[in-house]
């Protein structure tokens, strides 16, 4: 790595950090199209009926993930405008969070063997939940009374915003500071524990020679059946096209404006990254879209990836009805 590189690296989550600090919640939408993409997040809900719909924008050219992010606003000079406009579904109540210091784990009184959701019968994960615009649908949408829905990030900003979220429920959720990079960062769960694990344009912000031991982790905690679900930033996305020289830290790897990076995917590479980690395929997709801002008169091409992938049974074990 260059000095350059090595500079975003030591610092990436103070970038965020800062990143968190201006937007707060305001920045990535919230995502209800979350469950028609994702129906495992929420099993025994009625999918035939998005809960949300953005009219805003129009999409042309769809592949097969019709409601996905739909709504955007166009500001060049800035690739994170690309992925998500603002949202005001969520009022978020600050609690004052500079006085408030983030919960640990080590806050909560657990009787030994215990760990937060212990008692769950269905666990999602989210990492790089950024400031909840996943987990909060999620707790909203997923009634089930054993669920229970962990989510982190390395950006400390972050996760206070989510724990001073009004919707954030203890009882129900555990968020929580962790470096997905870091091999000896714990996470609050032991191995085989997880139902599902979602990633949402995160694995994309991850130094590419990182990317394997994430998954590799990650897979770690999965129950045999429980699944990775991963929608991420493709290659030749618009927001790619866009970045202008000098931007480019490796090969389709580049760092914005504001010290945040990002990877664009093709689908081997992410079948490679999964199958290694001893994950089966159950999906993986190229959402290309045209989008068309209407009033702005653009039109743009996106091009993401959709994957989910499987941790196999072990031999001889029969997979025997829902993974709880
Ligand atoms: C593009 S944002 C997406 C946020 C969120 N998933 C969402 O959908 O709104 C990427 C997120 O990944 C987090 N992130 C990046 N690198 C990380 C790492 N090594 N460990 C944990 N989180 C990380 C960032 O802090 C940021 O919140």
Redo the contacts with the bound molecule.
Sequence with gaps: MSLVTDEYELN??EY?NDF?KIHENGF?KD?HWLFTEFPELAPDQDQSQPIYKDTSTTNAGLGSCENGPCSLETRPQEHHQL?FMKDSNYIIHRLGTDAKAILNLADLKLNDGDFPGSSATYRIL??????G??VFPILQTNNDPGLFVYC????ST?VDLVQTNAEYDSSRCFAFV????KDQSPYPMPEESLDVIIL???LS??LPEKMQCVINRLTRLLKPGGMILLRDYGRYDLAQLRFKKGRCLSDNFYVRGDGTRVYFFTQDELEALFTTAGLEKVQNLVDRRLQVNRGKQVTMHRVWIQCKYRKPFPAGREENGPVH
Excluded at 152 to 155: R, V
Excluded at 178 to 181: I, N, Y
């Design positions: 990436a989550n965020w968190y990535f995502r992925d989210e990492v790089g939940c950024g400031a615009n996943t982190c990030d390395f950006s972050a962790h470096d997905l990079c949402i344009f995160v912000a991850i």
